[in-house]
Every structure is written in C-alpha cells, then in structure tokens.
C-alpha cells in the first residue's frame, strides 16, 4: 500500500490489517509512562491542510508524533481553486523539502490523486471535498468492532446529507467490504442521483431503518444547505430526519449512536441522544488517533518493523 | 499555378485525377500533368472535401498563451480542415463589428484556414441584452451564426428575440443548451460516476430541457436554430421528433461525445474536463446513430485549448475543454464503422457539407467537381497513428487522447488550391 486515497480501493485483508494494527497502537501506547514508539524516527510528516478542521489536523499531528516522526504543519489558507499557489507548486516545494508522508484535506474531490503525480511520498487522504474520508471510516470501523463485537452480519444506518458526505461515501464500501448490511437515509433530494451500484439499500423512513439497526451514523447538516432548496426548514427536518429520544428507543438496547462531528445538537441529533451512554462520539475522536497512527505506520513501513 | 491530384478516390465513389488551377478545380478525368503543375501522387488516398468546423475557439484576441489565430488554423490544416468558425468568447468578447473583422483579419493573413468569425448573442455574453448582431452581419466579417457559447442564452424572452431578430439577415442562432440553475457548480456528468467521486454533477436534463424550450421556440417564431455539442440520448430524441415536425432545427455532436464517457473522470485528470461534460455508454451509442443517420447534422470540434496551468490542477480548478481540430476525422472515422466500413459520402456529409451550409459558406463543402473551389483533403484510410500532444500544431497539448491510436491520417489539404498540409505535414508559408 503506497497512498491511502479512499477505502473502495482497500482489500479487505488490507483494511483488517489497519484495524489489528489499530488495536495494537492502542495497547502499546496506552500503558506507557511516555506515550511514544520509536517507529517513525527521522522521518517527516507534513499535514497540509486546505480547509480549517483543528479536529482532524491535531489528531494526525497528534499520530505521527507518537510514532516520533517530525511533524510539519502547512497550513494553507489558499489553492489554485481560489487563485493561491497552484497543489502542483506546493507539491513540488514539499517534494523538495523531503516529505515522507503528506497528509491532504482539500476542498476539491481528487486532490490527493492528483498530489500522488508531483510527490513521491505516501499520500494520506484527510477528506477531499465530497468524495472521501477513509481514516474517518476506518476509525468508525474500529469503534463499531469495539462496541458491537465486530462488523460482519451487522446492520449500519447512515442518516442524512449523503450527497455531499465523504464520511459516508467512505463508510459504504468499507462497511461494506467488511460484511455489514448499510443502508442510507435521508430526504432524497440530499442522495446521489444514481447509487443503484452502491452496495447500500435506501431508504426515506427513519423509523423504519432504525428497528434492527446495530449502529445509526447521524451526518452532520451543513449550514449552506439549509437555504438552497434541499429540504424546507431545520424543524422540518429535525423531524423527519432528526435523532432524538424517541427513535433512539426504537433501536435495539445493544446498539449505538455516532457521528463524526462536529454536531449541530437539536438539527441532525438531540442533545440528549448526543450525552447519552450509547453515543459512542469522544470515543471516535480518541479511536481516530490510533487508526492514524495504524495508516502512517503502514505507509511508512511497509509494515516491515513493528 | 497548378496542381494535379493523381489517382484519389472520390469520396470513395472511384477514382479519378483532379486537376486545380488557379484555386478551383479545372477538370475530373484520366489526366497528364500539365506544363509547370505539381502532382501530389494520391494512390490509395481518398479526396473529401475540405472539412469545415462550427465550433472553434481559437482563443485570440485574449488567451494567446493557449492558442493564436495562426496555431490553431494550423492545427485545423493538419486536421483536415479548410475553414473554422471562430467561437465569439474571447477577450474582448466578439460582440462587436471590430472584434469580429479582427478575427477575420488575423484568420486571412495566417493563411491556413478561413476564419469565420461567430458573434455574441449578447453583450458581454452576459445574457441580458442583444449585441449588434446586425452591425456584426454586415462588417467585413460578414457574420452569419451567433452564439454565447460557454453560457447558455437562458432567459426564454431574450432568445426568442434573438431568434426572431436574426431572419433579418439570414442569422442563426447557435445555443449552447445548459439550464444554468441545475447545472450550479457541476463538474462532470450527473450519474453513477459523479456519485461515487463526489464530483456535483451537471444533469443531462439541463441541455434536454433547453433544447426542448428552443425547438418551441424557433417552431413558434419560425425561425431556425443550432444546437451546438448536444450531448444526451435524449436530445437527439427530441431532435429526431422536431425534424418530423418540420421544425428547421441542426444540431452538432462534438468527437469527444463520440467516443469519451464519464468513466475518463475516476482519473481525476482534468484533460477530460469539457462542457457539457462525457457523458455515458448509452449516450455515445444514440449519438453515434444519430451521426450515421443524419438527426445530428454535423460533427464540431469545440477544440479548446488551455494553458498547462489551466489543466495541471485540482478537478475543480482546472476550465473545462479539450483539443479537437486535428483528431476530429479519425474519430469521425471510427464512430461512422471505421476506415473499412464507413461510408465517406456520410464523413463528408457531417464534417464538410452540412457544416459549410450550417454556417452559410459557399465556398465550402463542395464536392470535386469543375468550377468549384478547390477546398479539399486527402486521407489515408489504412495508415493509423499515435496522439503525441508535444507533437500537435495547436499551441496547447490538452487533448484527451494522448497515447491513443487513431484511424486514418490527413495527408493534404488544400485551401483554394494552395497546399497547407503536405505528406501529413504543414506547409511553410514562404513563398
């Protein structure tokens, strides 16, 4: 594995080897006084971030540095979609400072494609426009195996703006992949036009979706949304598309609540759905550290020294 | 000055010489050369005449950094080509007499093709009121079709103006079909592909609902109109039952449409940006059975060159279009049955005649035939070749079929006698 772009082109042996690795960045990290592995000593990191996310950022900052690798943040406030440097030009001055591993958020679907011509490092996508976020899915994952027991055989719903979600486009195929039954929600003005090929069923009723569901992954409402016609109000849409109480009682007693942050309480999610015990969110944002740590091992190793 | 053509097929209906002087061609037959006449061996070649391309732009005045009167009349020579309308949006936009007779100017003293010239529908291509077509009609440059090309003219009651107001002169209106409120921000065909990349995608509804308005239209003000780079199935079935109807509607499908889809866009390679974007499998299919049959008129180009760093970046960022002029014919060519089995009565029907009668060229689109202008290409049926983009004549290199290999190559062409391309090569102009 050279680049981590998206997980529909991850094998399944592949992303089962980034949740083991996981599990064991978890364990050999957590018991440390200094919670640091030598692995990735004197090799460089660079988190080059096109959209504000101090989430995502610290948490890949926060991976490297436990693997001890050097860590340069360059952030970028412009890119050649609004007339900064060009991604070609960037690329060629991290090329020529020497990164071993860039880290991309972009705004623009492809972009950490297109970064794989000018570098020769590994390529980590953080989230490119609407098309992908596979860390985000592969630290989901991992929180499922963690609560449920695993991911084969078990039934996932993803609620909302699937449209112009890259955590759900992420979450499809490797939900998917990895033998769960996914099955998509929303009003279908916020669901791609053609998605008979996506291995999801969809359905318009979240009542409905929720009765066997082991997991519900509640997506986060743009605010640009809510004024161009996707759906007529917020309450409206709380209400038909919302997470409060009483669905979350419609759920079976094992089965959890998710969402990849940050939230918009009282839109897409209830404030008390959100604090409840079955909520599993601050345990995402913990598991995303170790899933990253798991990737940029796996890229900057080969897996060779553990 | 003469020259002698030795041995063509006539657009594949046999063999003749073709003798051309002093800019027409002077006789048909079993021929010697005259005194002081060249003769181009043509054994083996077929003879078309010269093709004639709607949809140009030919980026000067405004981007010469990606394409100049001359580069891109050169590209259209080694093509095929013997005459280019030249798209109005460049900077200045051609919304005046001056900037079209501009055109036309740098389009005769490069040489290599004619230059006709395409006026702005409206000012500025902003879609809100009429340019002076009539000025533009009567310049030198004698502008016939009008497009806002790049922009669709949307608002129902300008373009039914713009309709009405060309009969005048025996104008066309040439729409580019794109409902610009469901197209907001697309990037690629709206389908499968678009879903899977997060690309927002631009709906074939978009160019379907325009082109079914201005079939209205154009039928209600009895007028006629162009549809330039139809790009759907459905389309061409709206077309198909306008001209049932005896509506007097012509329509151009663009090479890439021909042969591309959405499937070119998993690269994320913005050499396969163009609007309207590739479409799918179904789509080429009708398209091409719209060629064969005759519901598409004509076949454009749309060549649109861009700068390296228009294209050498992130999808969104890059602008949308593609070269066209110099491998237009081999995918002509391969979309009519290819080299072996296409008719080249039909190959020349949508890339010469039908377009020079489009676009009101008289000169243009005529047959070998004596006392016509001798407008003419060769081409070599069974030689394929290689899209090498350092090696085109266009001065940009974004052509989406590079490493390709094509059918047929142009081996000449002639613009009123006078060579431009030679054993597949531009002629210098030094004499």
């Known amino acids: ?306 | 000055m003469s020259t002698l053509i030795k041995g063509a097929d006539l657009l594949g209906r046999g063999r003749a010489d073709v003798l051309v002087r002093d800019g027409r061609v002077a006789e048909i037959g079993t021929l010697t050369a005259p005194a002081g006449a060249e003769t181009v061996d043509a054994d083996g070649l077929i003879l078309l005449p010269g093709l004639v391309d709607l949809h140009t732009h030919l980026r000067e005045p405004g981007r010469e950094d990606a394409e100049t009167v001359l580069t891109g009349t050169q590209a259209a020579a080694k093509g095929g080509y013997t005459a280019v309308c030249a798209m109005a949006n460049s900077y200045p936009v051609a919304d005046t007499a001056g900037v079209v007779e501009q055109v036309a100017a740098l389009g005769r003293a490069a040489g290599y093709a004619d230059v006709q010239p395409i006026g702005a529908v409206s000012i500025g291509l902003a879609g809100e009121r009429l340019a002076e077509l009539g000025a533009m009609a009567d310049s030198a440059a004698r502008v016939r079709i009008f497009s806002d090309d790049g922009h669709c003219v949307h608002d129902p009651r300008l373009m039914r103006r713009a309709l009405e107001y060309v009969k005048t002169f025996g104008g066309l209106i040439a729409q580019h079909a794109e409902e610009p409120r469901l197209t907001e921000g697309a990037e690629m065909n709206e389908g499968a592909v678009s879903a899977e990349l997060g690309l927002p995608g631009w709906p074939s509804v978009a160019e379907e609902a325009i082109v079914a308005r201005d079939v209205l239209l154009a039928e209600y003000v009895g007028s006629r109109v162009h549809f330039c780079h139809i790009s759907t199935a459905r389309t061409v079935e709206i077309i198909r039952e306008a001209k049932a109807r005896g509506v007097d509607v012509t329509a151009e499908v663009c090479p890439h449409h021909l042969l591309l889809t959405d499937e070119a866009a998993h690269s994320y390679d913005p050499v396969f940006k163009v609007n309207p974007p590739l479409r799918t499998d179904r789509d080429v299919a009708a398209l091409r059975a719209a060629l064969a049959e005759g519901v598409v008129d004509a076949v454009a180009t749309d060549h649109a060159p861009h700068a390296p760093q228009d294209k050498d970046c992130e999808w969104a960022a890059a602008r949308p279009g593609m070269l066209g002029l110099e491998t237009a014919l081999s995918i002509t060519v391969a979309a009519l049955g290819g080299p072996e089995d296409c008719d080249w009565d039909t190959v020349a029907e949508r890339t010469s005649r039908a377009p020079a009668r489009i676009a009101s060229l008289p000169g243009h689109g005529r047959d070998p035939e004596p006392g016509a202008e001798a407008n003419l290409t060769l081409v070599d049926p069974s030689e394929s070749w290689t899209v090498v983009p350092s090696e085109l004549a266009s001065l940009s290199q974004n052509t989406p079929y590079a490493g390709m290999e094509l059918p047929v190559t142009v081996q000449a062409t002639f613009l009123r006698g006078r060579a431009t391309v030679l054993d597949g090569k531009l002629v210098e102009e030094t004499e």
Not at chain 1, 9 to 32: F, H, P
Not at chain 1, 89 to 107: E, F, K, N, W, Y
Not at chain 1, 111 to 121: C, H, Y
């Open chain 1, 1 to 306: 594995m050279k680049h981590l772009l998206t997980t529909k082109q991850l094998e399944r042996d592949e992303a089962e080897l980034i949740l083991d690795l996981t599990g064991q960045m978890a364990e050999a990290v957590s018991g440390r006084e200094v919670p640091k592995l030598p692995t990735l000593r004197g090799r460089t990191v660079v988190n080059l971030f096109y959209e504000d996310s101090t989430r995502t950022r610290t948490s890949f900052e926060t991976a490297a540095k436990r693997l001890s690798a050097d860590v340069v943040n360059f952030s970028a406030k412009t890119s050649s979609v609004n007339k900064g440097e060009s991604l070609r030009d960037t690329a060629l001055t991290l090329q020529a400072m020497g990164a071993d591993a860039v880290v991309i958020r972009h705004p623009a679907a492809g972009a950490p494609q297109r970064l794989t011509e000018w570098v020769d490092g590994a390529v980590l996508n953080a989230g490119d426009g609407t098309h992908a976020h596979p860390t985000q899915a592969l630290l989901d994952a991992y929180t499922m195996q963690r609560r449920l027991g695993g991911i084969e055989g078990r039934t996932v719903a993803i609620v909302g703006d699937i449209l112009h979600s890259r955590v759900a486009r992420s979450n499809i195929w490797l939900l998917a992949k990895l033998g769960a039954n996914v099955r998509l929600v929303g009003p279908p003005t916020l669901l791609p036009n053609d998605i008979d090929a996506w291995p999801a069923e969809v359905s318009y009723d979240l009542d409905a979706a929720l009765t066997d569901a082991d997991a519900v992954m509640m997506l986060r409402v743009q605010r640009e949304r809510m004024n161009d016609a996707f759906f007529p109000t917020t309450n409206e849409y709380a209400r038909l598309f919302g997470l409060d109480e009483r669905r979350l009682a419609l759920m079976p007693d094992h089965a959890i609540v998710m969402h990849p942050g940050p939230m918009n309480r009282g839109m897409e999610i209830a404030a008390r759905v959100a604090d409840s015990p079955r909520a599993t969110i601050t345990e995402q944002v913990a598991n995303g550290v170790w899933v990253r740590m798991a990737v940029l091992y796996l890229l900057l190793t080969n897996g060779a020294s553990a």
